[in-house]
T-cell receptor, first 114, second 116 residues
């Protein structure tokens, strides 16, 4: 089965720190890439889509490296509110079945400490 | 606001009964929806991929006769937990793929199922 693997957590960082998460995927035909955050006992919420050119949204920067098949998420100036589990999600088209396959990592837990 | 709505948010049922959970895409037509289960302090586990107009594709180890999935329209998929048992108590979440640019996946708010 195609896999998506994330850094093992948890990450415990002080406020203001910069933290980076990596995620590798094994299906070279993967098409779309996302980072989601999930708070305790809540559903995952889209944080960022990840594009080949890289994208930035405030303190968050996501990058995609298709050649090495990994995506990354960088969080600068960490806030207490950034504490959550971050999920890497990869989609691919199963041409045989004619459907999209969704694969996600197990998530990395981030705890930002005062 | 939410683009994928899930209902009910909370449900308590007696052991042996069946429970239906609905997942609706509000702003787009979703040919593909996904159903997950998450136990406390564990990661999301994909249960099945629901394709509009065809049978769902179940992950290994998920009983298709116990977890009935119906994707009758482009905006609605339902998960029915049949003959529920206490061990089925969990957080069930759906997601839907927006076929627009980006193929973004949006998650429903989740449904907490408690079987007593």
């Amino acid at each position: 089965r195609k896999e998506v693997e994330q850094d093992p957590g948890p990450f415990n960082v002080p406020e203001g720190a910069t933290v980076a998460f990596n995620c590798t995927y094994s299906n070279s035909a993967s098409q779309s890439f996302f980072w989601y955050r999930q708070d305790c006992r809540k559903e995952p919420k889209l944080l960022m889509s990840v594009y080949s050119s890289g994208n930035e949204d405030g303190r968050f920067t996501a990058q995609l490296n298709r050649a090495s098949q990994y995506i990354s998420l960088l969080i600068r100036d960490s806030k207490l509110s950034d504490s959550a589990t971050y999920l890497c999600v990869v989609t691919s088209l199963d041409s045989g079945a004619g459907s999209y396959q969704l694969t996600f990592g197990k998530g990395t837990k981030l705890s930002v400490i005062p | 606001g939410a683009v994928v709505s899930q209902h009910p948010s909370w449900v308590i049922c007696k052991s042996g009964t069946s429970v239906k959970i609905e997942c609706r895409s509000l702003d787009f037509q979703a040919t593909t929806m996904f159903w997950y289960r998450q136990f406390p302090k564990q990661s999301l586990m994909l249960m099945a991929t629901s394709n509009e107009g065809s049978k769902a594709t179940y992950e290994q180890g998920v009983e298709k006769d116990k977890f009935l999935i119906n994707h009758a329209s482009l905006t609605l998929s339902t998960l029915t937990v049949t003959s529920a048992h206490p061990e089925d108590s969990s957080f069930y979440i759906c997601s839907a793929r927006d076929p627009g640019p980006g193929n973004t996946i949006y998650f429903g708010e989740g449904s907490w199922l408690t079987v007593v």
